[in-house]
């Protein structure tokens, strides 16, 4: 093997570059692209709050026992 070949297949650390050969910034242009395309999935794994949850839960849980109560009456 030639040391050649070698260093043509390994990862370069340049910045990527427009077809200009001007470097871009690849994080802000995701960070401002208008399509969003990607919206929904990171709103799915974007975690909330532990709090956040909690409140949903309590809020479930009185609905639960609204529920429960009204039964039990014959409602």
Do not use: Y
């Not at 040391?3 to 995701?30: F, H, I, L, Y």
């Amino acid at each position: 093997m030639n040391n050649d070949d070698r260093s043509s297949t390994a990862p370069s650390n340049a910045p990527p570059t427009d077809t200009s050969g001007k470097p871009v910034n690849v994080v802000e242009r995701d960070l401002t692209d208008p399509d969003r395309n990607t919206a929904a999935v990171d709103e799915v794994i974007t975690p909330s709050s532990t709090r956040t949850k909690e409140q949903d839960a309590e809020a479930l849980q009185r609905k639960v026992d609204e529920i429960e109560r009204k039964v039990a009456d014959g409602n």
